[in-house]
């Protein structure tokens, strides 16, 4: 067996490892309910059972990425694949630290989910091994990709914190004007959650089935027409404006793409990401549905009772030790350490690639969020949202930038 075979195996261990820690950690709560046991031991002991689970894990993804980086020969962050798992692996290792200190299993049930969502986003993209490109072979590398994205695993948990805080303290039977406001706040943060579980499902779906499509048209580079071929792997509802089918499989009786994406979506692959967006929305809207059905009320309001024993100020203090810990690493390596970086490999500090733009606009909303809390004394439900938006802020910050806007970043990629 291959140093990747080791690696790749035991990352699927851990992916399973966290989504059964993450049934536990429930099971600690929701299991009270059953027998005489007192439910403060029950919870201790079954939190210590999904804790235990969770290291487990945590040992199994550095096994993963201990072999990969032996194998590769250089740190295994540097396409989304690998960044986006060890930043799986991060969350995981915050949530560990913040275990520790606060002992509030109940952290778990939703820090959990928030790792293996970012790990199974990861295996969406390809996991061959790629040679390290030339601006990529430094140094730096190590200190300032592992650095921020430690920074951005804090800020992860977080917002897992701030998302219990809201979910424990909104009132869902409420009609209240402001209170109704918060209630559609929480639960489209719950569809967009949703919706990644969406885009995971689709594309593991259609690649699955073997699902193609290609489509051929014009582009302009560097001034010149070149013909371009753009290859779908789930199905076009929506085609490259502009170009023509060369082949598609049928799905369900669509045989043509049902319209072509707007005619400002520049660029060869603008047209296929807003197919890959559209599907991920339709998957979310239909377990959302399915979900309400279920449950027949709002899915905040079915989770809220889970958490009726936690003291929201807990939660508060943690959402913000979080965030206290993160800001620091993200200031460093996010921006001082990739400022170096930028020199050393472009001959400047600061260039204005969209990647730089949205980790300072992340360093701004952060710092933002640390003078209200500290400065204006936002505490609470405020402080809840700040985090919750500023998570928002960083995944746009983290993917959004590489896969739809064109920049020095962009290798970071499929």
Not at 76 to 96: G, Q, T
Not at 192 to 206: K, N
Not at 302 to 308: G, M, Y
Request: charged share 15%; glycine share 8%.
């Amino acid at each position: 067996m291959t140093l990747y075979n080791i690696s790749n195996t035991a990352l699927v261990i851990s992916l399973f490892s966290y989504i059964a820690a993450f049934i536990v950690f429930v099971i600690s709560y929701t299991g009270r309910r059953f027998g005489n046991r007192d439910p403060q031991e029950q919870i201790r002991k079954w939190g210590t059972r999904a804790f235990g689970i969770t290291v487990f894990g945590l040992a199994m993804q550095i096994i993963y990425f201990v072999s990969r980086w032996i194998a590769n020969r250089f740190i295994p962050v540097s396409n989304l694949f690998e960044f986006m798992s060890f930043l799986s692996m991060m969350v995981i290792v915050a949530f560990v630290i913040l275990y520790l200190i606060y002992r509030k299993p109940l952290l778990g049930a939703f820090a959990t989910p928030v790792g293996f969502i970012i790990l199974a986003y990861a295996m969406v993209f390809p996991w061959e091994a790629q040679p390290l490109i030339p601006s990529l072979n430094s140094v730096w590398l190590y200190i300032h990709v592992t650095t921020a994205a430690t920074a951005e695993a804090f800020f992860a948990v977080g917002f897992a914190g701030g998302l219990m805080y809201l979910l424990r303290v909104v009132k869902f039977q409420s009609a209240e004007k402001r209170d109704r406001k918060q209630q559609r706040g929480v639960e489209f943060t719950l569809f967009a959650v949703l919706c990644v579980f969406g885009f995971i499902f689709s594309t593991m779906l259609f690649r699955g089935i073997g699902y193609e499509a290609a489509f051929a048209g014009q582009e302009v580079v560097q001034g010149n027409v070149t013909e371009v071929t753009v290859e779908y792997t789930m199905p076009p509802i929506a085609a490259p404006h502009g170009y023509e089918t060369i082949s598609m499989d049928s799905f369900l009786g669509m045989n043509q793409p049902l319209f072509q994406a707007p005619d400002w979506m520049n660029g060869v692959n603008a047209g296929r990401k807003f197919n890959t967006f559209l599907w991920s929305l339709l998957f979310g809207l239909v377990l959302y549905g399915l979900l309400r059905l279920i449950l027949r009320k709002p899915i905040g309001a079915a989770i809220q009772p889970v958490l009726r024993d936690i003291d929201p100020e807990d939660l508060d203090e943690i959402t913000y030790r979080a965030i206290a810990i993160g800001f620091p690493l993200f200031t460093l390596g996010a921006l001082i350490f990739a400022m170096i970086w930028a020199h050393i490999a472009w001959n400047r500090f600061w260039g204005w690639d969209p990647k730089e733009v949205w980790a300072l606009i992340t360093w701004l909303f952060y710092s933002a969020y640390l003078h209200l809390r500290l400065g204006r004394g936002w505490l609470g439900l405020r402080s809840a949202w700040l985090a919750v938006i500023g998570f928002v802020v960083v995944m746009f910050t983290l993917i959004g930038v590489n896969l739809i806007i064109a920049g020095l970043h962009s290798y970071a990629g499929v």
